[in-house]
């Protein structure tokens, strides 16, 4: 190697790490590159008609499952919990903040076989459950499993919850009972049931041909679903089917108002998380906004500061974006709203009114304010709304 060579070796090197350092800068900016996605065309569930469920159901418990159900049933505010649970596993996958997805039709197909896992996990730890000794849960002292399905009676069951001679050491120790979720995030729905697996409440099927036997319905895991006898065996939790699985909120938005948050931007530039999230609170009002559906149209790493920001861009047009600290929540009960707590947010658009105004409504510096209606709504030239102070000099009154 000459003198030359040896010399332009370092520099070479040098040239290719810049390169590579240029390319992981590119990279890492692409985190906060905002993305978009279009509305699920298909639903994300399915209800067939032998697994159609209903609300208020009056069951007794089977002695059986009465252990776990009295578990469930004792837990502190456990429905609330479970419901959360469910939601929050869905949304640690869609992982908005740096994803921008809004939709389970927008996961990929690995991540929706993980979900299963996501919830088990999160129910795991809302709950403290303890480990089984032969299946992942131990309640009241005896093992449980926990799955998941997001199509009604989907449910797939392992060897290794039920008694089977043909499984040899495949089989079960016992016919094991199992808590079974499920949750329609395009309806709100959700439902948890609780059942004891056996080899006969499985799906059988008859091999081809004429006068073909009975056999055990495997898929290629060889696990099997439910019969839909089964549907009749099961205790539903909270009697039945439940209607308030928490809203996501971006996915139910009107079709064109969720285009206008997603999409604005200042004349002449690209869409910024700050005018996204003015947008939000301009769309969505009189209604709670999570922490969730601030951190997917923000898709930055400070979008509750955005949150907090769009006070003062409101201001001017009329709307106030309250919070759970300060004054906010005393105001937010003045007027008749939800009250945001943290991680929540909430906006409205204000009117100066008199002291005789039948609206609930609030004083500030002996001016009364109170939620815009009707043609007020419409007014192009709105006044300013009151930057909120400490909460004791707010006073409220209801109507």
């Known amino acids: 190697m000459t003198i030359q060579e040896s010399l332009s070796f370092p520099q070479d090197a040098a040239q290719g790490g810049l390169q590579e350092s240029r390319a992981l800068a590119a990279k890492h900016s692409r985190r906060n590159t905002f993305r978009t996605w279009d509305p699920p065309r298909e639903p994300m569930s399915k209800m067939p008609r032998d697994w159609q469920i209903q609300s208020g159901l009056m069951q007794p418990v089977p002695d059986d499952l009465a252990p776990f159900v009295k578990w469930f049933y004792d837990q502190p505010e456990a429905r609330e919990r479970f ?49 089984g000794a032969d299946l992942d849960w131990s309640i009241a002292g005896l093992d449980i499993d926990c799955k998941f399905s997001k199509d009604l009676g989907g449910w797939e069951i392992p060897m290794e919850m039920y008694l089977c001679a043909d499984h040899g050491e495949r089989s079960g120790r016992a016919d094991h009972a199992a808590v079974l979720t499920w949750m329609n995030d395009d309806t709100s729905q959700w439902a948890a049931g609780i059942v004891r697996i056996t080899d006969e409440r499985l799906r059988w099927k008859k091999e081809r041909g004429e006068g073909g036997d009975r056999v055990r319905g495997y898929n290629r895991d060889n696990k099997r679903k439910l019969s839909d006898g089964a549907k009749s065996e099961m205790y539903w939790l909270w009697g039945g089917l439940q209607p308030d699985l928490p809203t996501n909120l971006l996915l139910h938005l009107d079709a064109e108002a969720r285009k206008k948050i997603l999409t604005a ?95 609930p409504k609030f004083s500030l510096d002996g001016q009364f304010w109170a939620r815009a209606r009707g043609k007020e709504l419409m007014d192009p030239d709105p006044v300013p709304a009151p930057d909120l102070p400490d909460k004791r000099k707010i006073d409220g009154q209801a109507p």
């Open 83 to 131: 419901r959360w649970a469910l939601r929050d596993s869905l949304d640690e996958l869609l992982d908005g903040q740096r994803t921008g997805r809004w939709a389970y039709q927008h996961l990929t197909k690995t991540e929706k076989t993980y979900l299963g896992t996501a919830v088990e996990v999160n129910l795991t730890k809302e709950f403290a459950i303890e480990n």
């Open 265 to 359: 931007s200042l004349p002449g530039r690209l869409s910024s998380g700050q005018q996204r999230l003015n947008q939000l609170f301009r769309e969505v009002q009189d209604q709670l906004i999570g922490r969730k559906t601030v951190l997917t149209v923000g898709q930055q790493d400070d979008s509750p500061k955005r949150a907090r920001d769009a006070r003062i861009h409101l201001r001017p047009h009329g709307i106030v974006v309250l919070g759970h600290q300060g004054s906010h929540p005393h105001v937010a009960r003045a007027l008749g709203l939800p009250v945001p707590i943290k991680g929540e947010w909430i906006s409205t658009r204000l009117v100066p009114v008199s002291s005789d105004d039948a609206r």
